[in-house]
Nanobody, 121 residues
C-alpha cells in the first residue's frame, strides 16, 4: 500500500504565494506521472498540472505562468509552487501519483488527502 501526504495549504492574500508538497511512502518501485488537481464545492475535480517520469510538464491554461510543478524522485515527492494567486484559485488541492509497487507489476493510481488553499483579502 502507498500513502500520499500533502502539506503547505493555507490562507493567502491575492497576489501571494504558497508551496504545496506531496510525499509518497510505502511500497514503491517507481512512480510514473505526478499531478495536482483541485476541486471546489459543486464542481468536478480538475487537472491543474502534471509532470511525467520523463519530465514533460503540462499546465491548465488558467495557471500557466503562475504555477510551477516539480518532482524529487529520490524523495518520491512532488511540489507545486503557486505565485500570483487569485481568489479563483481557492479550492482543495489534491496530489495524484501513478505508482508501480513491484518490478514489472501494474501501475496503481493514488490520491492525497487534499489540502485547502484559500485566496482572500
Amino acid at each position: 500500500q502507498v500513502q500520499l501526504v500533502e502539506s503547505g495549504g493555507g490562507l493567502v492574500q491575492p497576489g501571494g504565494s504558497l508551496r504545496l508538497s506531496c510525499a509518497a511512502s510505502g511500497r514503491i518501485f517507481s512512480i510514473n506521472d505526478m499531478a495536482w488537481y483541485r476541486q471546489v464545492p459543486g464542481k468536478q475535480r480538475e487537472l491543474v498540472t502534471i509532470i511525467t517520469s520523463g519530465g514533460r510538464i503540462d499546465y491548465a491554461d488558467s495557471v500557466k505562468g503562475r504555477f510551477t510543478i516539480s518532482r524529487d524522485n529520490a524523495k518520491n515527492t512532488v511540489y507545486l509552487q503557486m505565485n500570483s494567486l487569485k481568489p479563483e484559485d481557492t479550492a482543495v488541492y489534491y496530489c495524484n501519483m501513478v505508482v508501480r509497487e513491484i518490478t514489472s507489476g501494474p501501475y496503481y493510481n493514488y490520491w492525497g488527502q487534499g489540502t485547502q488553499v484559500t485566496v482572500s483579502s
